[in-house]
T-cell receptor
Framework: DTGVSQDPRHKITKRGQNVTFRCDPI?????LYWYRQTLGQGPEFLTY????????KSRLLSDRFSAERPKGSFSTLEIQRTEQGDSAMYLC????????????FGNGTRLTVT | AQSVTQPDIHITVSEGASLELRCNYS??????LFWYVQSPGQGLQLLLK??????LVQGIKGFEAEFKRSQSSFNLRKPSVHWSDAAEYFC????????????FGSGTRLLVRP
């Protein structure tokens, strides 16, 4: 169990630019989740995948956001035309399928939009 | 709708003192409940979870939590706090439909006095 890995750890970008983050889940986990955490708040659910299928998307995920998990392994989260309000920590988590399997979180990608 | 309330934004305790962090939830059915800990700039680490059975659950690092259905609470406790416990603590309730996503509280920051 090598844990959930996220890359990069930090990203600073100018408003209007596109950014992409990567998440590598724990290898035997078929569920993958993206959360967003703003300063002083708990994480908020964005979307989740079961294998390669994106099964749910939060209303927080505007049309500028897109997530993929093409082979059911790693996932990418892209934000187009970034805005200052997108500045946050983006957390990825994974789990096995099953109601008794807890989420394991990565260390997150801190995005700062200037 | 599911929700989690952590009424204490900050708590300061002396090293060696006991600790209790409060968590109240709103959920229409029997909840799945979690406590996570987050150190600065890091992801979330699972401390403990409650799914069913014994309402007093033991976790890592000497933490325990008690599920009280009548009070809709899941408070976290530790009998003797160590300086390394200083961190942010999040309570979460699991939405036990097909998505298994978590709803988080806004967190309690624990400060430990030497």
């Amino acid at each position: 169990d090598t844990g959930v890995s996220q890359d990069p750890r930090h990203k600073i970008t100018k408003r209007g630019q596109n950014v992409t983050f990567r998440c590598d889940p724990i290898s035997e986990h078929n569920r993958l989740y993206w959360y967003r955490q703003t300063l002083g708040q708990g994480p908020e659910f964005l979307t989740y995948f079961q294998n390669e299928a994106q099964l749910e998307k939060s209303r927080l995920l505007s049309d500028r956001f897109s997530a993929e998990r093409p082979k059911g392994s790693f996932s990418t989260l892209e934000i187009q035309r970034t805005e200052q309000g997108d500045s946050a920590m983006y957390l990825c988590a994974s789990s096995r399928q099953g109601t008794d399997s807890p989420l394991h979180f990565g260390n997150g990608t801190r995005l700062t939009v200037t | 709708a599911q929700s989690v309330t952590q009424p204490d934004i900050h708590i300061t305790v002396s090293e060696g003192a006991s600790l209790e962090l409060r968590c109240n939830y709103s959920y229409g059915a029997t909840p799945y409940l979690f406590w996570y800990v987050q150190s600065p700039g890091q992801g979330l680490q699972l401390l403990l979870k409650y799914f069913s059975g014994d309402t007093l659950v033991q976790g890592i690092k000497g933490f325990e939590a008690e599920f009280k259905r009548s009070q809709s609470s899941f408070n976290l406790r530790k009998p003797s706090v160590h300086w390394s416990d200083a961190a942010e603590y999040f309570c979460a309730v699991g939405a036990m439909d097909s998505s298994y996503k978590l709803i988080f509280g806004s967190g309690t920051r624990l400060l430990v006095r030497p």
